[in-house]
């Protein structure tokens, strides 16, 4: 195939013992590939080389050579590695899709937190990175052209305290709005004029029945968020008392009175009982 390339032999014709070479040149974009020779044996490995020389038999010789299409081989890639450090605290797990990579290529890290941790940012090195980027879990970027070195940061989970209020009678405040477990916190329920605190209920935390009573009342943060919700009742009217106070003559009789002190409008009774004589 004269597209791929051409074939010439030394002579065309040639007597018995004489030395022929046969030469292909291949075209532009064309590699030689092979021999295919008929009329003379000749050992398969001569086949593949050009030129190609061997001696004439005692038959006429025909000889066709065949081109393959030229490949570019593609440059070895260069391969990074991507290796993880820290000390563990808050890591259950921290892994990567890949542990190494060539440059241009995509590879997720992911962290895993312990129990009581979250995931805060990445720490990474060997390629830059947005600080918008170094706060996702699972982070995906692309690879550069030097080593990267990843380490995943956590810190204490933090659980919420939160307020249902009846706004009416009253009203709440906390030291804090979040707190990691075992920390304190205080609450404090704020009675609006015409109610009384009586008591808490919440969510989230073991608290002693007796301690709920308790305004403010502060209490050891768990490992769950914690609902808050302060009872308020109506505040009872103040109620105005009067003294009763009675006296006598004893030598005449006697008085008693079924109160010593009574609000006003309710009911007294007073006895007056003589002595004898009178």
């Known amino acids: 195939d004269e597209s791929k390339g051409t074939a010439t032999s030394s002579a065309l014709t040639i007597a018995e013992g004489e030395e022929v070479t046969l030469t292909a040149t291949p075209n532009e974009g ?8 008929k009329g003379i044996e000749i050992i398969a490995e001569k086949l ?19 081109f393959k299409e030229e490949v570019e081989e593609e ?5 990074y590695s991507i290796s993880f450090s820290g000390d563990g605290i808050g890591m259950a797990n921290t892994y990567s899709d890949k ?21 805060e940012k990445w720490v990474i090195t060997g390629i830059e990175l947005t600080e918008e980027d170094l706060v996702k879990n699972p982070l995906t ?18 659980y919420s305290i939160s307020f249902l209020v009846n706004e009416i009678k009253g009203s709440t405040s906390a030291d804090k709005t979040s707190a990691k477990a075992g920390s304190e916190v205080t609450i404090t329920a704020i009675a609006n004029e015409g109610y009384v605190f009586e008591q808490w209920n919440i969510a989230g935390v073991e608290i002693a029945e ?15 968020n914690v609902a808050v919700e302060p009872i308020f009742k109506e505040k009872e009217p103040e109620v105005t008392t009067y003294n009763i106070s009675v006296s006598t003559d004893e030598i005449m009789g006697s008085v008693s009175v079924d109160k010593t002190s009574a609000e006003a409008g309710s009911e007294v009774t007073i006895t007056a009982t003589a002595k004898e004589g009178y």
């Open 48 to 66: 593949l080389k050009t030129p190609l020389s061997f001696l004439m038999g005692t038959s006429d010789v025909e000889a066709e050579a065949y």
């Open 210 to 224: 007796e301690e709920l009573i308790i305004n403010p009342l502060t209490f050891t943060m768990g490992n769950e």
């Open 141 to 158: 970027f692309t690879m550069g052209t030097s080593n990267v070195e990843v380490e995943a940061i956590f810190k204490e989970k933090e």
């Open 75 to 79: 440059p070895e890639k260069t391969l």
């Open 30 to 37: 064309y590699l030689f590939e092979r021999w295919v020779v």
């Open 99 to 119: 542990l190494s990579a060539e440059t241009g290529s995509k590879v997720t890290i992911t962290a895993v937190a312990k129990e009581g941790y979250v995931f």
